[in-house]
Every structure is written in structure tokens, then in C-alpha cells.
């Protein structure tokens, strides 16, 4: 349950595939005020890392969008996520720059990572908004830039 971050430039183009995870989506401290992330896959998953515990004494790293955790950054940026694929799902809370006071069992420390001033998700077919894993969150997409959606058809699944 973590960043995926970028520390640059990223451009990855998938044949099949494309399934991310993360806790939220950012850019890593050294990336450049202008950095472009280009995804591209026939289908592409953007998800939140979601996990059950088996004992709830375990932690786990806790840098999430979620109630009571993440809040938006407020540091500036002009970078841009982009997605194209034939269909795009979005499931869980998917976030975009974080930031975050987090206490585990051995420390404290903060993380604030910018996100990215447009999030754009483009889909040759549809996107859809599919239910969370766990019934006891709702699929959500949040970024403190703006987002562009672009499909035949947008729909909850």
C-alpha cells in the first residue's frame, strides 16, 4: 500500500496490459516541474492497493488516498499523467499526489509528493468505474489538478 512515483519522464507502451496499483500515483522529489507520464496498453487498470489484514497488529505502509489518511499536496505542478487504451477501468480510490503523515510501529515521518496539474485518461472504447474490492469503500478518483475523460462510453461497472 504505497507510491507508484515518477522520477522523470516516463513513456511505456504495453501489447496486452497494463495493471497498476498504488496507493497513489505522484512524482518522485526529483522529477522536473514539467514531467510527462505517457501510458499506453489495448487495456489499462488504475486501482488503488487494497489488502486485507490477517492480523490486525500487522502494518502496513498507509500512503493512500482513504478517509482519514491522505490529504491533496499543496506544492505546484505542471506535469501531466496521460493514459490511452481501448478500455481504461478505474477501481478503488485512485489519487494522484499525496501527502501524509504516517506512524508505524518503528517511526514517524511525513510524505508530500506533487501530482500532476492535468491527469488525462483516454479510451478508444470505454472507461468504466468498477466496484471497489472492499464493500466497505466506494471507487473514487481524486487529484488536486484537472482531469480529462475521453470515451465512447463512461459508465460505473
Known amino acids: 500500500d504505497g ?25 518522485g522529489a526529483g522529477a522536473g516541474p514539467d ?15 487494497t489488502r486485507l489484514l490477517l492480523d490486525v497488529t500487522d502494518t502496513l505502509p498507509a500512503a493512500k488516498w482513504a478517509d482519514g489518511y491522505g490529504a491533496p499536496t499543496q506544492q505546484a505542478s505542471n506535469a ?24 508505524i510501529k518503528a517511526e514517524a515521518y511525513t510524505i508530500d509528493r506533487r501530482g500532476f496539474a492535468l491527469v488525462d485518461l483516454f479510451s478508444r472504447g470505454d472507461i468504466r468505474l468498477l466496484g471497489a474490492i472492499k464493500a466497505s469503500i466506494d471507487t473514487a478518483l481524486w487529484t488536486p489538478g484537472n482531469v480529462t475523460l475521453t470515451a465512447a462510453q463512461i459508465y460505473p461497472a
Request: no cysteine; hydrophobic share 55%; aromatic share 10%.
Open 3 to 27: 507510491l507508484i512515483s515518477f522520477d522523470s519522464d516516463v513513456t511505456l507502451a504495453m501489447n496486452q496490459s497494463l495493471r497498476l496499483y498504488a496507493g497513489a500515483f505522484a512524482l
Open 35 to 49: 514531467s510527462r507520464v505517457a501510458l499506453a496498453a489495448p487495456y489499462l487498470r488504475l486501482a488503488g492497493a
Open 80 to 103: 501531466i499523467f496521460s493514459v490511452a487504451a481501448d478500455v481504461v477501468d478505474i477501481r478503488d480510490r485512485v489519487g494522484f499526489g499525496l501527502r501524509q503523515d504516517i506512524d
